[in-house]
């Protein structure tokens, strides 16, 4: 994918299994990641807490102590695995104390996947309460999480009251669904947040419901103003922005084509329901851009993204 930048930080908190105010010991059963550990059967990193269990389809869980564990990650194993972080409030990011942390790059590994902090390469894999980082800076592309084989790219994957930070087409990818739920949303650099790249009429989106779309503390010169909501990387793009509250100061159109060569806008659906905020105060959006009705929006959710199935592996407690 040409001319995207990187996804700096993907800090996020995905669904509890159990509500309660904090997670400071692990749970029965799970094996213990603490930094700079000595102790018999704890591991000072999660990449060698998750090479040591068995590559079968028995079920394991990791708890990580809090520090800063670096080093990139890759998880393969068919098993189901849970990471729980240590936090004093499972209910938000703000209260994690386990963070990830790597600094590969695209270029020099190879594909974006490669350059993940996180790569998760499996089905039934769950996290909660630990922050994952990408620290190579700006210029390059770098991604923080890559879910399966954020690059939403394949398979169905669900983001919930997380902080999901980036600069240019930080949430991408072809032929994933996914669904954003009460996220705080930050933007660090000029560009754009999302870049769907569908190439057929299918039933795959992005769904954006109640999350707050803020500039990041850290945001580079140059970025207010010439933020926006996504661009086409593909001809069937689907995007639908519910509820979103804007803060950040977001160019006026919202939304934008591809490229003046390649615009990209034919059969896409950008589309969007209650904006509000200071960013979006004044919107002009194009042509191409669909502001939905109140019966409209509500076709589109959490299940139409994710399919009804979603009840089976996403905490209901946690869905907004």
Known sequence: ????????????????????ASRTTPPSGAIVVRAGTTTSGEF????????SLPNDGSARSIFIYPGTYAGQVDITRTGALTIYGYTSDTTTYTGNQAILTAAGNATTAGSDDASGTLRVHTNNFKMYNVNVKNTVGPGVQAIALSPDTLYAN??????????????AD?????????????NTIAVN??????????ESNDSGSYVFNQNTIVLASDAASGTSGNIFLGRPWADFAKVVFKNTVITAPM????WSEWSTAT???????????????SGASGATRPSFATVLSATQA??????????????????AAYIV
């Open 1 to 20: 994918m040409a001319s995207k930048s990187l996804l700096v930080t993907l800090l996020f908190t995905l669904i509890s299994q159990i509500l309660a």
């Open 298 to 315: 509500a076709t589109y959710s959490i299940s139409s993204a994710v399919g009804s199935g979603y009840t089976s592996w996403v905490d």
């Open 251 to 254: 160019n006026k159109a919202l």
């Open 154 to 167: 394949e398979g169905t994957q669900v983001y919930l009251k997380g902080y999901i930070e980036g600069a």
């Open 189 to 198: 650099g000029p560009g754009h947040i999302t870049a769907s790249g569908r």
């Open 170 to 182: 930080f949430i991408f990818g072809r032929e994933g669904s996914a669904y954003f739920g009460g």
């Open 263 to 277: 615009p990209n806008t034919d059969n896409i659906l950008f589309g969007e329901y209650n904006t509000t905020g």
């Open 44 to 51: 000072a990193s999660l990449g060698a807490a998750i090479s």
